[in-house]
């Protein structure tokens, strides 16, 4: 199997279909994941950290960033990159897209041989394909064991 490590992006704050959490929706993925593969958790975050709290808020301040191509400085980096043959990303899908930050995390090392796979969430678009997981936001704020029935099923489809 060998080593995976669980890199995210995740908000909390109010969220669609959700109201305000304490713990973002791709978070709770992300943590079954890293249980499910015996993996290593890390978040992304930015340095100026200025992503509103409101919904309304926070869709134009991403739909800004997107528009800007923006890279925002992350405050930490993965000293151990070398250790993981298998490199999960998981996102909130923002406007079709990744967040910026997670350009960030993914030009900010040198991947090449790794297995990467996709993770996100989102309230209809889906938003990875291939070998991604796409889940709904809600179900994974909410519902732990579908949560936890669709992750073990991905893992065995990626063979992992
Ligand atoms: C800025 C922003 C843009 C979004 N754009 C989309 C979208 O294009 N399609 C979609 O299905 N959901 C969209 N959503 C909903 C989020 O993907 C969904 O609520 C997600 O689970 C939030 O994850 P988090 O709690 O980990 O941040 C958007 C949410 C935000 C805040």
């Known amino acids: 199997m060998g080593k995976s490590?669980?890199?995210?992006?995740?908000?909390?704050?109010?969220?669609?279909?959700?109201?305000v959490i304490a713990e973002g929706n791709t978070k709770?993925?992300?943590?079954?994941?890293?249980?499910?593969?015996?993996?290593?958790?890390?978040?992304?975050?930015?340095?100026?950290?200025?992503?509103?709290?409101?919904?309304?808020?926070?869709?134009?301040?991403?739909?800004?960033?997107?528009q800007e191509n923006a890279?925002?400085?992350l405050t930490d980096k993965v000293d151990n990159i070398d250790d993981y043959d298998n490199i999960f990303v998981g996102y909130p899908n923002w406007?079709?897209?990744?967040?910026?930050?997670?350009?960030?995390?993914?030009e900010s090392y040198d991947l090449s041989g790794?297995?990467?796979?996709?993770?996100c969430t989102h309230e209809g678009s889906g938003g990875v394909k291939a070998d991604g997981l796409a889940m709904y936001g809600h179900i994974a704020?909410?519902?732990r064991e579908e949560t936890v029935k669709r992750v073990e099923q991905w893992l065995k489809n990626i063979e992992l």
């Not at 490590?5 to 109201?19: K, N, P």
């Not at 406007?95 to 993914?106: A, H, I, N, Q, R």
């Open 71 to 73: 890279r925002p400085q």
């Open 141 to 143: 704020q909410t519902d």
């Open 114 to 119: 790794k297995n990467i796979y996709h993770f």
């Open 5 to 19: 490590l669980i890199a995210y992006f995740s908000r909390t704050g109010e969220q669609y279909g959700v109201g």
């Open 28 to 66: 709770k993925l992300a943590e079954i994941i890293a249980e499910q593969t015996n993996g290593d958790l890390f978040e992304i975050k930015v340095v100026e950290d200025n992503y509103p709290n409101t919904y309304t808020s926070l869709i134009q301040f991403a739909k800004k960033e997107k």
């Open 95 to 106: 406007w079709g897209d990744m967040p910026m930050p997670v350009y960030t995390f993914l």
